[in-house]
């Protein structure tokens, strides 16, 4: 269940159930954010390995190129709204006509807003008193090996404390991995002050 919400966030993000025939499945996907002490920053999406699951090699190129085309002309819109991405910017590598990778980034003015879309689907708790700043994101243990994923915050201040799987210190770096998310999710607390 798990699984397919949060496949169908990603091929929300992505557009492919909506304007393609079928959906797109991808190997990968990572969200990184880059905050400051303000709460803005920048957002970056990187989908590994989006590829078609059509049966046949010929269905396969052709919703793939369906996809390279009206991913360009509709993403930047949607996603300024659903995750409060502005200037958003779509990015292709490693692209042939069976897959690639996409990057969707941009700016984000509301770290808080951009956060909703991973929230929708848990239990969360985000709270702001005087200066500190703390999120509680209880995904549960993911069972579904096949779906891999990551989530990271780089913080431009302090991080007063975490539960991330890594955390580069230099870099001042949170990051979470789908395999190792159990009941206690994704937490942090930031201080605001600069």
């Not at 492919?16 to 303000?38: N, T």
């Not at 010929?58 to 793939?64: I, P, R």
């Not at 991913?71 to 995750?83: A, F, I, N, S």
């Not at 891999?148 to 991330?164: C, F, L, Q, R």
């Amino acid at each position: 269940m798990k699984r397919m919400k949060i496949l169908m966030m990603v091929c929300m993000v992505l557009y492919a159930c909506f304007i393609l025939p079928g959906c797109l499945d991808l190997d990968h996907f990572q969200v990184h954010y880059d905050v400051s002490p303000e709460l803005s920053g920048e957002m970056r999406m990187s989908f590994i390995g989006v590829h078609s699951d059509e049966e046949t090699t010929a269905k396969q190129k052709e919703e793939m190129a369906e996809f390279y085309q009206k991913v360009h002309q509709e993403m930047g819109k949607e996603q300024t709204l659903r995750w409060g991405i502005e200037d958003a910017k779509v990015l292709f590598a490693n692209k042939t006509e069976l897959r690639c990778d996409a990057t969707l980034q941009g700016k984000v003015h509301n770290f808080v807003r951009s956060l909703a879309p991973l929230t929708e689907d848990y239990d969360f708790e985000i709270k702001k008193v005087d200066k500190i700043f703390s999120v509680k994101i209880l995904t549960g243990k993911v069972t579904d090996k096949d779906l891999v994923y990551s989530i990271s915050i780089k913080y431009g201040g302090t991080i007063v404390s975490h539960n991330a799987h890594r955390f580069d210190e230099k870099q001042n770096l949170m990051t979470w991995t789908s395999v190792k998310l159990d009941k206690t999710g994704i937490q942090f607390v930031l201080n605001l002050k600069k």
